[in-house]
Every structure is written in C-alpha cells, then in structure tokens.
C-alpha cells in the first residue's frame, strides 16, 4: 500500500468509516442503481397523487374553531352534513347596484342557480334542483326578489304606494317586512339628523350611536321610508344539507358547474358576477402549488450550469478539470430531486396527502442538496492532491533505493492494486474530512422539521415531514450516489495521471519531456502556481484584516447594532392573517375576498349562537337567564306546543351581526370574536356555542407568536446539542452556537423590518430557518475546531483562519451562492408563499456567509486574546491527520535518450495552501 505522508497506514478512520468506504468502493455501482430504483418505486405514485387542500389545514388541531364547527354540523346532524355556495354580484364600472337593470340580472342569476343545476338523490332516484334538495335556509334570498318586485311597482305607480317601503334593514313589500341586511352590503342610507327633519346620507358601516350601537338599534328612531340610496354588493346565499343520498362528489359538480356557468357563460352588460364555494377555494389553493413546477425546472437548470461552471473553474485551477467533473455537476443536481422523489413517494404509499406547501419542498432541498457534493468534491480535489505527491515522492525513492534502473523499469510502475488501495484510502479521507460537518448540518435541518412536526397545525406538520424525509434522503443520496459516482471517477483520475489507464502493467509514472512538452507543461504549472500565490496572498491578507484589533472591534460594533436593531423588529412583528395570500393574485378568489373585506365584514359580521340545553323554560330563573343572553325584540316562538299546551324547547340558534369599518382588519375581528365566546362561557348551564365562519382562521392569530417562540427555542436548544456532540470544546461551541442564533435573529428581525406578518407561511418559514442557519457557521466551525487538532505545535489564531478559510472557505462560498440563485426563480412567482421563502432563505444565506466568513473568525480572534488556561483543543496529529507543513520538492528526470540540453524536465510541487 502506498502509504500517506504522515507515514500512517489506517489513517485513523474508525472501522465504520473503512467499512463504508470498502462498501462505496467495491460495490459503488450496486449503491447508484439501488438508490435510483428505490427512487423509481417510492416516485411512480407521485403523478397519481391528487393534491388535496382545505382552508383550514392552517387551523391548529386544538384550535376552538374546530370543536365550534363539529358543534355546528351536529345542530343540523339530522338533515345532514351543511354545505354553502355564495354568488356575489357587483354593477359594472363600481356603480350602483340600486337600478331596475342590476337586480333583474341578479334575479336572472338567482332563478337559474336554484333550478338548472342539479345533483343526483339515491334516495329518490332522480336528479334534484338546489330548490328541491334544499330544506332549510331555502327562502335566504326571497328578500333579494321580493325588494326588485317592490322596485318594478314603485318605478311603474310612482312613490305614491303606502304598501311599498325599500327600506333598509327592513324592507316593506305589500305589507310584508323582510330583513334585506343580509343580502345588501355597502348600502347608503339617508337619515334623519335631528328633529327639524334635516336630512343627511351616509354609509351604514358609520351610523353609530355614542354607546356604539347602530342607530336603528336605538328606541324611538324610524326608518326613513325608501331610505336606500346606494347598494354596492349584493350576496345571494346557497345554504344546504347535504343528506347521505347525495354524494360529496356530486355536490362538489354542482358547485364546479355553477362556477363554470357564472365565469364563462354568463355574460351580462350590467353587472358582474363572483362565486365563492369550498371546492373553489380548495381548487384555487391547489392551482397556486402547481405554479411553483415550471419554475423548479427553470431552478434546475441553472443549479446545473452553476454547478458545472464552478466545479469546472475549482477543477482548472488545481489542475484536475476532467470531462467527468461536468458529469459530476449534474448528478449534484439531480440527488435533491431523488431525494424529493423517494421521500414525498414514501408519504404518500403511507396515506399522507399532498399538499401544495410540499411544492416548495423541491426548490428548499435543490438548493441545499448541493451543498454536501459541493464540500465533498472539494475534498476530494484537497486530498487528491496531496496524496497524488505521495504516491509521486514514494514511487520515485522507491525506485533509486531499489536499483539504478531508468525510470521505465517495472520498480517505477503502480500496480492496480497500488492504485486501488491509494484510492480507497482517499475516499476514507474524505468521509473523515467532510462526514461530521455534513452529519451536523443534516441533523440539525432534521430536528428542526421535527419540531415544526410537532406543532398542532396540519400543514405545518405535512411541510415539516416532508422536508425532514427529504433532507434525510438526500444525505443518504449523496454518500450512496454522489460519492459512490465520486469514487469511481475518482479512480479513473488516479490510473489517467499515475499510469496510462489503457495499459495494466502500467507506464512511466513520469516521461521524459520533449521540448515542445515541456514548455507547455512548465507554462501551465507557472499559470497554476501564480494563481495559488494570489489567492493565498488574498487570504493572508484576509486574515491579517480581520484579526487586527481595530478591524475587529469595528465589526463587533456593528454586530452589536444589528443584534439591537433586529431585536426591535422581533418584538415589533404583527400577527395577522390574510387569506388572500394562499392565492395567486390573478385569482377570482383575490376579487371576491376583496369584496368581502370592503363591503360584507365592515357592514355584516355574522355569528351564529347555538343553545344546546335549553333546559325548563318553564322555570322562570331558567327563563330569565335565556332572556339575558340574547334580545328578544326580534324572537318569535312557533307554535310546537304539547298536548298540554306547554312549549317544549330542547336547543336553538339565532344569529347576530357586528359591524364597524375596524372590522376589515382581521385582529380585530379575533376581538370580537373572544368577546362573543366570553358572553357565550357565561352560560355553561346553557352549552352555548358561537360560529363564525372565518374562526378557523381567526384562531391561528393569538396562537402564532407563540408557537413560533416555543417551537423557535426548542429547535434552538436541538442544535446546541447536536453542535455538541461533534465539537467538544467550550469556545468553538459557544462561538457557533452565537452565530446560529445572532443568523436566526437576523433573519426574524429583518423580516419583520421589511413589513412581513407572521402568519402560518412564515411560521413554517422560521422553523426551516432555524435549521438552515445552522450550516455555514457549523462547516467554519467545525473546521477551525479541526485545525486545532491537527498541528504538532500550537499556531496562532491567524494562522488557524488561514487553514480553515482555505480548506472550506470556497466551497461554502460556492453553496451560499448557489442557493440564492435556486431560490431567486422563487420571487418570479406572483405568490406570498413562493416570496415568503425565498427571502428568507436569501436572508438565512446572506446573513450565514457573513456570520461564517467574518463574524465567526473575529470573534475567535478577540477570544484568543482573553487570558485563559483554554486552548483551542490543540494536540499532537494523529494518523487521520493530513499534514500541513510546507514541502517543496524539485524532481529532476533526466531521459537517456534525449540530450541534456532539451532532455531535462523539473517539476516544482507544493504542498503548503493546496486548497481551494
């Protein structure tokens, strides 16, 4: 065996680590085609995978609005399971819908909605209208037509019928009263001023008393007759339930076909139309995921060219470039989307559904996937460089020790075997050099997805679990297929430069140069060895920079700036929630959201109260305590006495409306929301219970800030510990550990500084941040930790930097990069979730590279001058370790049939700073 220069023959890789690396060597083609037939069977479910969404997958499991829900399904459990659809109808060019023209196409819609679409009834056989499946609810709309015949009356009398009052929010029809309110939004009423009878106009959503009450609430007030004097918004409602005869899926046509009607057939010159449905909402939540694909290729493909440029500069610049590194550049690539493939694969063979926030799963992995084949090739390169000069120097002393043969005699010859285990013995190297920071980053990503899988919000837990099954799987692929493809090329690289790969018996190790070959050669090695003493006088420069005191306390100034400055932005951040933003914003779901805020929530926050025990109301303190819960002003009884006469009330429900402009804001109408739960937990006796259609959105607001502190502090304390188990030493772990938190802090501050507001998006944003920023700091660390480790004498902090900033400076650099570029396809994409993460993990990386490449090391340079019996953790190298000492050796090969005078080739090797 061709021994290293430490003169070592294991090279202190543990018996694991030998037997991986037999296993990546001898059986490297056996691993690449297992991995990607595992890949092949887990993926092929993936196209047969329907992406499945609910509006409320942001809802925390835990959440009241869900026990609020059940007990609003069992209420009406004996008609079935309830279903809504909303048609929203608006006058062309934002004018008033208050006009003959308007309401009879509102009437037109009306009448061909309730009768022309149908769903199946297996019960009775035959196709249904929503008027003849409909049982309660079914007259919502009535006064929406009744108020347009009342309209055609006034427009053909005059305003001379007593009969007719188009009034709001009580409308007069031939005698008949009816609540248009919740039908008519954005109205303008006029109302009297005062006692002279002055008149005024003004929106609903403002008449309030001083008590805050709405002014037709107060006694002794009367209702302008045909007060209505503007009418921007009108809803007609479609409320059902569902019997078991009717299937989910045949409900869901139904409503798929009056959409289908209303966006494409419907065409009127006088008003616009919107539906609003939850199969339209789920579809349109689903659309928003799958733009995120094209984009993955458009991802793809510049990781690709990337990848293959600075793999290709790295290879030329060492003197390594090879047809085989491009080959190497696009399997790089293609392992995150292996990884992608067998992990969603294996969620769903298990049942998980697909959700679109898994759409971005992709663009994260592709983005850091790179990164463990990026550090490993570049170990690789370090390693095969200096190994290839031992086998160089030993061939060449074993050669004149042996006899004085020329250089062509069998004793200057590598045997296959020579070559084999030469190549072995790097790969081990590479696992021991680049194992534990990669093992490191990978388990902290991992534990902060599973703690973001611990949290209580279904699409929080499907994200956190997809990302950790996929990061796992692209860890295991980069050994498997990345490095086992790396081992191979990599051989083929030690038989090309060593012996001619087309001869066994082997050639020259080193012919003599003619003086053509010469010249070029000794031209290259110049061009190669200029280019090594620029960048290692650029790090040396470096280094002497950041460890010059003044410098230094510079930066830790401005560290200290910005740890003040994002800590105000942390504690300044806003909860709030915005529907809209699960959208894209072409969506007609973005219109009618937008609708509903400007004119339905500031006029008509509905809530409905269900009184599950309405126990004796015979007993007059039960009674009193019904009456004290709701105003009876508007309450009449039915008349479904006993046979005695006595009225017999099990449980019921009335509804109540809020309304205020303050209501648009989604924190406000939280409020209002814990103001009707707090009334409705002052009757426990009763079991009442409030419903609000959006309180499974409303929920999520109290909850966010501090289940992301929570599930942020967890993670935090998850990567302390794993930083420990690989780096031992006091400093370099309090150091790193500092970075991880100063780059998550950044991170959060910064987001919150550019005006984001932590929704559920950004919650899943800050648990994977918290990961990620784990991954710079860790690879500087863990290296700087190293180079304490691997020196016979103790070397100043300087030289320290040095090393490490040489060894993995590039490659990190070189990761950053490449993530920012993936990432940056993500901010073409019209969508808050696609925005959302990439800016936070440009800001994770941006703020990473600078924590890792100056942060990090000035901080280790101030420390080192504090006093202390602590080193370090400088000791004696051991076989495992590479040596850095400076060796210049000046080959000289004189060929015997050549003259002296263009016969002569000197070689000039280095081995001091070989690494990029």
């Known amino acids: 065996m061709i021994p290293c220069l430490s003169g070592g023959q294991t090279d202190g890789e543990t018996h694991f680590v030998r037997l991986l690396n037999r296993l990546f060597r001898r059986a490297g083609t056996l691993f690449i085609f297992a991995s990607v037939f595992i890949t092949l069977i887990t993926s092929s479910i993936i196209p047969f995978t329907e992406m499945v969404n609910d509006v409320s997958d942001f809802t925390p499991n835990t959440a009241r609005a869900r026990h609020e829900l059940e007990t609003y399904t069992q209420f009406f459990s004996n008609k079935g399971e309830p279903i809504a659809l909303y048609v929203l109808i608006t006058a062309k060019k934002h004018e008033n819908m208050l006009g003959i023209r308007q309401l009879e196409e509102t009437i037109r819609l009306l009448n061909i909605t309730s009768e022309r679409f149908k769903v199946y009834n297996s019960f009775t056989q035959r196709e249904e209208s929503f008027s003849e499946f409909c049982h309660n609810f079914c007259t919502i709309n009535e006064p929406v037509r009744h108020f347009y015949n009342g309209l055609l009356v006034e427009s053909n009398f005059g305003n001379s019928s007593d009969h007719i009052d188009l009034g709001y929010p009580i409308t007069t029809v031939l005698g008949r009263q009816l609540h248009v309110d919740p039908n008519f939004f954005g109205v303008k009423v006029a109302f009297r001023l005062n006692s002279n009878n002055e008149t005024r106009e003004a929106s609903v959503n403002q008449l309030r008393s001083t008590t805050g009450q709405s002014v037709f609430d107060l006694k002794g007030t009367n209702q302008i007759k045909n007060n209505i004097r503007e009418i921007k918004l009108i809803v007609l409602q479609f409320r059902a339930e569902r019997p078991p005869s009717i299937s989910m899926q045949s409900v869901k046509q139904w409503e798929n076909d009056i959409l289908a009607f209303v966006q494409h057939e419907f065409k009127s010159e006088w008003v616009d139309a919107y539906v609003l449905s939850e199969s339209f909402l789920t579809s349109e939540v689903v659309r928003a995921g799958l733009t995120l694909l094209p984009f993955l290729v458009i991802g793809f493909t510049i990781m690709v060219v990337f990848s293959s440029i600075t793999i290709s500069l790295a290879a030329l610049y060492i003197g390594q470039m090879a047809a085989h590194k491009i080959l190497l550049a696009i399997v790089a690539c293609v392992c995150p989307f292996m990884a992608c493939g067998t992990a969603l694969g294996a969620m769903f063979w298990c049942g998980f559904r697909f959700g679109s926030i898994l759409c971005v799963t992709p663009f994260l992995v592709l983005a850091l996937g790179v990164d463990d084949a990026y550090i490993m090739l570049n170990s690789w390169q370090r390693l095969r460089k200096t190994k290839q000069l031992s086998a160089l120097l030993y061939n060449f002393n074993r050669n004149r020790a042996s006899s004085t043969a020329p250089c062509s005699s069998p004793a200057a010859k590598l045997s296959g075997k020579d070559i084999e285990e030469l190549s072995e013995e790097m790969f081990a190297h590479v696992m021991v050099d680049t194992g534990a920071s990669i093992t490191i980053t990978t388990a902290t990503n991992v534990l902060a997805f599973i703690i973001g899988a611990l949290t209580p919000t279904p699409e929080i837990q499907i994200f956190s679990i997809g990302n950790a099954l996929a990061i796992t ?42 003086s053509n070959s010469s010249a070029l050669i000794s031209s290259t090695l110049q061009y190669q060895q200029k280019f090594l003493s620029c960048c290692s006088r650029f790090v040396a420069w470096y280094c002497r920079l950041i460890t010059n005191p003044f410098v230094a306390s510079l930066v830790v100034a401005l560290l200290a700036g910005y740890i003040y400055i994002t800590i105000y932005g942390i504690l300044t951040i806003k909860a709030e929630l915005k529907p809209e933003q699960l959208f894209l914003r072409s969506s007609d779901v973005i219109k009618v959201l937008d609708l509903r805020n400007e004119y ?158 932590l929704d559920p998006i950004v919650m899943s944003a800050a648990i ?134 263009g016969g002569i080739l000197t070689i000039r090797l280095s081995a001091n700073n070989s690494r990029f």
């Open 768 to 901: 994977m941040s918290i990961g990620f920023s784990v991954d710079i700091p860790a690879h500087i660390a863990y290296h700087f930790y190293k180079t304490g480790l691997n020196s016979e004498k103790q070397k100043t902090v300087e030289e320290r930097l040095r090393h490490c900033i040489s060894a993995i400076g590039f490659p990190v650099f070189e990761a950053g990069i490449s993530t920012i570029i993936c990432v940056s396809s993500l901010t073409f994409v019209n969508l808050h979730m696609a925005q959302v993460f990439a800016r936070t993990l440009i800001l994770v990386v941006a703020i990473g590279l600078v924590h890792g490449l100056l942060v990090i090391p000035v901080l280790f340079y101030l420390i080192s001058l504090i006093p202390t019996t602590i080193t370090f953790g400088s000791r004696r190298p051991s076989e495992m370790d590479i040596p850095e000492t400076k060796m210049q050796t000046e080959i000289s090969m004189k060929d015997s049939n050549k003259s002296s005078s």
């Open 600 to 757: 339905i929530m500031p006029f008509y926050a509905i809530c409905i109260v269900f009184v599950n025990n309405a126990g004796n109301v015979t007993n007059p303190l039960q009674a009193q305590k019904l009456h004290s819960l709701f105003w009876r002003g508007f309450v009449t009884y039915e008349d479904n006495g006993t046979e005695n006469g006595d009225v017999s009330i099990t449980k019921f429900f009335f509804t109540t409306a809020s309304y205020g402009i303050e209501l648009r804001d989604w924190s406000k109408r939280e409020e209002l929301l814990n103001q009707w739960r707090h009334v409705a937990d002052s009757y426990p006796e009763l079991e009442v219970s409030v419903y609000e259609d959006d309180a499974k959105f409303l929920d999520l607001i109290p909850t966010m800030i501090p289940q992301t502190a929570q599930s942020a502090m967890w993670t935090l304390l998850c990567m302390f510990l794993v930083c420990l188990l690989f780096m031992t030493h006091p400093t370099t772990l309090i150091v790193s550990n500092f970075a991880i938190f100063s780059t998550c802090v950044g991170v959060f501050g910064i987001l919150s500084l550019i005006g984001t507001e």
């Open 473 to 514: 799987a692209v860890y295991i692929y980069a050994w498997t297929v990345f490095g086992s493809l790396m081992a191979i090329v990599g051989r083929w690289e030690l038989v090309e430069c060593l012996n001619d790969p087309s001869n066994d018996s082997g050639k020259e190790l080193v012919k003599p140069a003619t």
